[in-house]
């Protein structure tokens, strides 16, 4: 079976890049894994409100919108299938295990759109016993949408991000006890009215700089350990304090999801954890492209839509040339900075560049130079490291090269 495009993954971005290659192809495949579309919007509840592209909707409104107008374009949709392995002759060999057996697709060009995952309880280096009560976010959010079932009566929070004082929210909702909300970072990592209106007005307990130490328990969980941190990270001794609880919900920061991309061989990020994509979103793999949170955590869902909209354009467009790579460079003032590469033989007009800082700052200019010269600068009141910006350069005009250095520091 030939395919002019495949996407892997029905997130939001694999949603709108499916829709817009359907407006340029009639030959699209969308592959999702579970049985549903919608990736981890099918966790989101009815009274939760997205604001995309100018429109309101609830997550399910928002899927079926989507899912109404892929059928109204023709647009393939395989559920319950597992992408297996992909090779590489002239095209992709998509190899994709499902119900009916194994089917082989082949296309000239593939979008990753495979989503964002939870880290582990193994992964978290959490001492003591492994009780049944430890949970990711994501596991309490299967439980709570998808089975309509109540994991938990007296919870402990690993992470203070949005997600996680959205679960929080719901939770409260549900008549579950909060006990605690524990945060390795020196600050809350989300904004301060949500802050306030899930933790404070509910007078939950937020340790900063804590970790959990330690998990106690024989069949269930009965209570953990935390421990305050010292400015180097390290556990401070004397500092433990004990939280009974049922259940731990580790509320980590998600990771992209990059089995794909690895085995495609695709070069990787060690800031973002994702690929390392040039302007146009195509990997180091000539013909894959990598969106969504599979490349990179994003905080605003109009920059995810409109980023998977454009990547899909390049992707459809795309004809293998030689490429001339530059890197963009970036103090220590930046957690990251996507795209990291530049393709001096794509266009150079219009690149948008995101970032997230390193922790909260005030009163910075944001300088790029090429060379050394100063070729762009925007000024911010404040940045928060768990919100994403962007910035436009053009380089068109500018005689760069493959010698050249583009940086770019806060000030």
Known sequence: MNKDIVIIGSGIAGLKSAIQASLKSSNVLLIESENT???NLRYGSDDEILKIEGEKFS??????????????????IWKNSFVSNIKKDDNYNIEVVSKEGIKIVTAK???????????????AFIAGTHPAGIFSLSTVNHYLYLLSSIPCQNCVVFGSNERALRLIKKLLDLGVEISAVVEKKTEPWSNTSLI????????????????????YGVDRLEAVQISKLSSEGERIRGSEKEIKCDTLILAYDLSPATDLLTKLD?????????????????????????????????????YLVSDSKYATINALKYRYDEKELIDINFDE??????PELIDLNKDLSNIMVYFKPSKTLKDKTLIVTLNGKEISNKKYEILYPYVMEKISINIQEMGVDKDSKILFKLV
Not at 333 to 338: H, K, L, R, V
């Open 59 to 76: 997550p399910k409104s928002f899927i079926e919108k989507c899912e109404k107008e892929l059928h109204q374009n023709h647009v393939e």
């Open 109 to 123: 060009t593939i979008i990753i759109s495979t989503g964002a995952i939870d880290k582990s309880f193994n992964q």
């Open 266 to 302: 695709c070069s990787m990020s060690l800031w973002t954890k994702g690929a390392k994509v040039d302007q146009t979103f195509m990997t180091s793999s000539d013909g894959v492209y990598s969106i969504g949170n599979s490349l990179q955590i994003y905080s605003n869902l109009d």
């Open 333 to 338: 003032n930046f957690s990251y900075i996507t």
């Open 37 to 39: 579309l919608g990736g």
């Open 196 to 215: 306030k209106e899930v933790l404070d007005n509910h007078k939950i307990p937020l340790y900063l700089s804590h970790t959990i130490s330690k998990a």
